[in-house]
């Protein structure tokens, strides 16, 4: 559990470096406190405090090192999430590249769809308001001419465009867009009452790639290896390239970056012979992306990756031994899981959120199945409207299944938004104590 405990110090450290030591030191001793009352002896409490504040000086350092960029930024990078062209000037909801969502109000209209990348250049202000429920970081003031679509050009961005034209001609909206999503992060077409739909069953997270899609490319690249008998110190380079590069396909987005990393200490500690632990793997993980890129401590995606991840590791360790537990219970265990940080964020719930998930999950890894069916008919015309039909079906599924949970009277809306404070004081007790508790498994005798 050393990669874990050290990534629990490093987040405490990071928020104490960047919003205020009291009560990070504070975490800090409950959290020693917690691994005392767990722990069966003397050592394990030392080794324990002992890796917290390492971790926890390490994220400190990191981050008062650290020179965020100006308030006053005069340009941008991101991805339309979403629209709105009701008013006289036009405005936009974007996913900033560090992670952050920022509000553009644009003088003068633009032909925009959700999903599509864009480069701006304006004036800005921190503005923490909401746009139709969305909380931003600040808003952007700039006219049409000063937004550029479609700013990752080149190789890249042509192979997507291709994936994007060929699935699209095989599938029709909105299951193309479903299958485009879960294969490559593309839901650019997808309408806007279905992202609806989506988020309010608690679904809009299928067609964001992650951990999962990672962990499909890696097995992918393990057994594809394994048939060819590709010799030992070749198959984690290749496992390693063909990681990076979906990684980078996709867009290199925080939970891709986030799961590329996971994958890629996982495959080195399976060539080097080293014990391989989920949260291990995902506490080592967090340190490195975070010491690398430290403004995405404050990507919402990226919070959302290592909440759900952390959450099924424990879950499994929950579950263990019951066939119905991954199926039934995992989906509420995560879902329980990333409620507190979404209703700081947005002061918005679902209960149907795990029911849709379960009804769901099932379909997904048959729907990236079919999309990439629909993606070899998609290339060959004549085949196109044979091999799209099982996304289609499939597609519309998970969009019955959405809509018919958002219906269900009392399922979602909206709360008061807790403060922040006592979000970071629930995740860092819960946290605590659940590392300490498997701590305390890891040494039963």
């Known amino acids: 559990m050393t990669g874990a405990w050290v990534a629990f110090g490093f987040v405490i450290g990071a928020v104490g470096a960047t919003v205020g030591m009291l009560p990070a030191l504070g975490i800090v001793a409950a959290s020693v406190a917690i691994a005392w009352v767990f722990a069966r002896d003397e050592r394990r409490v030392v080794v324990t405090s002992f890796l917290i504040v390492s971790g926890f000086a390490l994220g400190l350092a990191r981050y008062a090192m650290w020179e965020p960029a100006s308030d006053r930024l005069a340009e941008g990078r991101g991805k339309v999430l979403w629209i ?10 974007a996913l900033r590249d560090d992670g952050r969502l920022v509000g553009l109000q644009v003088d003068g209209r633009l032909e925009l769809l959700p999903g599509e990348p864009i480069a701006w250049r304006g004036e800005y202000r921190v503005d923490r308001t909401r746009l139709d429920g969305v909380p931003v970081a600040g808003m952007y003031h700039v006219s049409a001419e000063d937004v550029q679509r ?16 060929a699935v699209l001609r095989a599938v029709p909206e909105p299951s193309g867009s479903l299958a485009l999503g879960i294969l490559i992060g593309d839901d650019r077409g997808l309408s806007r009452s279905t992202r609806q739909v989506l988020r309010e069953a608690g679904l809009s997270h299928l067609t964001a790639v992650s951990g999962w899609n990672v962990a499909v490319v890696t097995a992918f690249a393990d057994g594809l290896l394994s048939v060819l008998r590709a010799r030992r110190w070749i ?14 396909l996709t867009g290199l987005e925080p939970p891709v970056i986030r799961a ?5 200490l996982y495959v080195l500690a399976r060539w080097r012979g080293w014990p391989r632990e989920p949260l291990n793997a995902l506490g080592w993980a967090v340190v490195l992306v975070l010491v690398v890129r430290p403004e995405l401590l404050a990507s919402l995606a990226f919070q959302l990756s290592a909440l759900a991840t952390a959450a099924l590791s424990v879950g499994r360790l929950l579950v263990a031994g019951r066939r119905w537990g991954e199926f039934i219970l995992l989906p509420v265990v995560v879902h329980a899981v990333v409620t507190p940080l979404l209703l700081a964020r947005f002061g918005t719930y679902s209960l149907v959120a795990p029911l849709a998930n379960v009804l769901v999950e099932p379909v997904v890894p048959w729907l990236l199945a079919a999309g990439l069916i629909a993606l070899i008919g998609g290339v060959m015309p004549w085949l196109a409207s044979v091999f799209g039909v099982p996304a289609w079906i499939l597609g519309h599924w998970i969009v019955l299944v959405g809509d018919m949970a958002g219906r269900l009277p009392g399922g979602t809306g909206t709360s008061m938004a807790p403060p922040i404070e006592w979000i970071e004081w629930v995740y860092a007790l819960a ?7 498997i701590d305390r498994r890891a040494t039963a005798p």
């Not at 946290?431 to 508790?437: P, Y």
């Open 431 to 437: 946290g605590a104590g659940m590392l300490a508790w």
């Open 150 to 165: 479609g700013q990752r050009e080149g190789v890249l961005q042509s192979v997507r465009n291709r994936v994007r034209s």
């Open 235 to 248: 198959r984690p380079l290749a496992i390693l390239a063909l990681v990076w590069g979906y990684a980078t």
């Open 84 to 93: 709105d062209d009701t008013s006289s000037l036009q405005r936009l909801v």
């Open 260 to 264: 590329a990393a996971m994958a890629s």
